[in-house]
C-alpha cells in the first residue's frame, strides 16, 4: 500500500476492537475531554466483536501526535486492535444546515 502523502491530504485510521462498548468508554473520554487539533470527525460504534472507530485527521502528523495519548488504552485491551490506515482522497462531511466539508486530492493524483 502507498501511504505517501498527497498534497492536502487527510489522514483515516480504523480500529477494530475485540472489547466491550464499556471499554470504548475509556477511549471516548480521551477524544471528548481532551484538545484534539487536526481531528476532524470521530466515529465509534459497536460490532459483532466489539466496537469500531472511524478518525479522520487534517494528517497523518497530527494523529501520530494523539496516538501516543491512546497508546496506554489501546495496549491494557486483552488483544490489541490492529489499525488499517489511508490517506483520504475525498471525503465529504455534511453540516446542520445545508454547509459542507469537502476534501478532494483527485486533482493531485496522477
Keep these: 500500500m502507498d501511504l505517501t502523502t498527497p498534497p492536502g491530504a487527510a489522514f483515516a485510521i480504523v480500529h477494530d476492537v475485540a472489547a466491550s462498548w464499556r471499554d470504548y468508554r475509556c477511549l471516548r473520554d480521551i477524544v471528548d ?3 484534539a487539533p487536526g481531528l476532524i470527525v470521530h466515529a465509534a460504534g459497536a460490532t459483532d466483536e466489539g ?3 472511524i ?3 487534517t ?4 494523529w501520530q501526535a494523539q496516538q501516543r495519548r491512546l ?3 489501546l495496549s491494557s ?3 490489541a486492535p490492529v489499525p488499517r490506515q489511508f490517506h ?9 444546515g445545508g454547509d459542507r466539508f469537502v476534501i478532494s486530492t483527485e486533482e493531485t493524483l496522477p
Design 71 to 73: 497508546d496506554h488504552v
Design 88 to 96: 483520504v482522497r475525498h471525503l465529504v462531511v455534511r453540516l446542520p
Design 33 to 35: 475531554e481532551g484538545d
Design 55 to 57: 478518525d479522520v485527521w
Design 59 to 62: 494528517g497523518q502528523l497530527l
Design 51 to 53: 466496537f469500531r472507530t
Design 77 to 79: 485491551l486483552a488483544v
